[in-house]
């Protein structure tokens, strides 16, 4: 949650027991003749599940294969270009005031598949699947425990889309009014709150580095359909002019071609930000030839 001081955007983790009814797991339906596996007599831990080679992809379109490390407390991810990197992280009580904690790790492949969708897409969110453990003071676990199994996942922490921009006009001189449009990007973070630059600046606190647009990956439905943007006809990208006020830059339309009819232009963007990159496309409508 965003603070003016005190808060470490990159301590990207939750004590788990913080999302449970009460603060605890409570195992029940344990016959009363096994006094040494009452709840009260029992450890609980966290481990995560293994994923069994699920196959995840990432910002990148890179593909991930997904396992666990030997005592299943780290969530791995390997690729055709590196194997078995961290994802996720369990600490365990011991180390962490009484409590298992569970942790993103700062590292690329952990943003490229923390980056693939946001919290209105929960579905294809990075998901770790988490077994509640139990020993009891003779160091024996429980067996044929059910319903101790459960999801955890880690919510990109903003989300950026294209804000409703003014339309281009075609046929107007370059520099004219319809010819250049403000970028306009709208921003909320992982609780669905818009960006604000005040109390606290919220570009600055979720380290908001650099908008790109790929203006040369340009498509257009001139034809009817999108297709790579026509010769004589192009759109410019002024880059940021400040990211921390909310000022995304300026796109100019140039046309050299025939008069056209209306049709729209589609460009990808990139967001990059302090945990990683969020793409995205924004569609810029042009207006028919001004006569």
């Given at each position: 949650?965003?603070?003016?001081?005190?808060?470490?955007?990159?301590?990207?983790?939750?004590?788990?027991?913080?999302?449970?009814?009460?603060?605890?797991?409570?195992?029940?339906?344990?016959?009363?003749?096994?006094?040494?596996?009452?709840?009260?007599?029992?450890?609980?831990?966290?481990?995560?599940?293994?994923?069994?080679?699920?196959?995840?992809?990432?910002?990148?379109?890179?593909?991930?294969?997904?396992?666990?490390?030997?005592?299943?407390?780290?969530?791995?991810?390997?690729?055709?270009?590196?194997?078995n990197t961290v994802v996720a992280t369990i600490k365990d009580a011991a180390n962490n005031d009484g409590e298992d904690?569970?942790?993103?790790?700062?590292?690329?492949?952990?943003?490229?598949?923390?980056?693939?969708?946001?919290?209105?897409?929960?579905?294809?969110?990075?998901?770790?699947?988490?077994?509640?453990?139990?020993?009891?003071?003779?160091?024996?676990?429980?067996?044929?425990?059910?319903?101790?199994?459960?999801?955890?996942?880690?919510?990109?922490?903003?989300?950026?889309?294209?804000?409703?921009?003014?339309?281009?006009?075609?046929?107007?001189?370059?520099?004219?009014?319809?010819?250049?449009?403000?970028?306009?990007?709208?921003?909320?973070?992982?609780?669905?709150?818009?960006?604000?630059?005040?109390?606290?600046?919220?570009?600055?606190?979720?380290?908001?580095?650099?908008?790109?647009?790929?203006?040369?990956?340009?498509?257009?439905?001139?034809?009817?359909?999108?297709?790579?943007?026509?010769?004589?006809?192009?759109?410019?990208?002024?880059?940021?002019?400040?990211?921390?006020?909310?000022?995304?830059?300026?796109?100019?339309?140039i046309n050299n071609k025939a008069e056209v009819g209306e049709f729209d232009i589609k460009l990808p963007v990139a967001v990059e930000y302090a945990w990683g990159t969020?793409?995205?496309?924004?569609?810029?409508?042009?207006?028919?030839?001004?006569?």
């Amino acid at each position: 949650v965003p603070a003016a001081t005190g808060h470490n955007i990159m301590n990207f983790n939750k004590f788990i027991l913080e999302t449970f009814n009460g603060h605890d797991v409570t195992i029940s339906e344990i016959p009363a003749v096994y006094t040494d596996f009452a709840d009260t007599k029992l450890t609980k831990t966290f481990r995560f599940v293994d994923p069994k080679g699920a196959k995840l992809t990432g910002v990148s379109k890179t593909v991930y294969t997904m396992s666990v490390n030997a005592d299943r407390t780290q969530l791995l991810a390997s690729s055709e270009a590196v194997a078995n990197t961290v994802v996720a992280t369990i600490k365990d009580a011991a180390n962490n005031d009484g409590e298992d904690l569970i942790q993103l790790e700062d590292n690329s492949v952990a943003k490229d598949l923390l980056n693939v969708a946001g919290r209105d897409d929960l579905a294809n969110n990075l998901t770790a699947r988490l077994s509640v453990e139990t020993l009891n003071g003779c160091g024996k676990s429980l067996n044929e425990v059910t319903n101790n199994e459960f999801d955890v996942k880690f919510l990109r922490p903003i989300t950026v889309k294209a804000d409703k921009m003014d339309n281009f006009k075609d046929g107007v001189d370059v520099g004219a009014e319809g010819s250049v449009i403000d970028v306009k990007l709208a921003f909320t973070d992982w609780r669905n709150y818009a960006f604000v630059t005040t109390p606290i600046n919220y570009y600055t606190y979720y380290g908001v580095k650099s908008i790109t647009i790929d203006t040369d990956k340009a498509q257009t439905t001139v034809n009817g359909k999108y297709e790579p943007i026509p010769a004589g006809m192009k759109v410019e990208y002024s880059g940021v002019e400040d990211i921390s006020a909310g000022k995304f830059g300026k796109l100019t339309y140039i046309n050299n071609k025939a008069e056209v009819g209306e049709f729209d232009i589609k460009l990808p963007v990139a967001v990059e930000y302090a945990w990683g990159t969020v793409e995205f496309d924004i569609v810029c409508h042009v207006a028919k030839t001004v006569k």
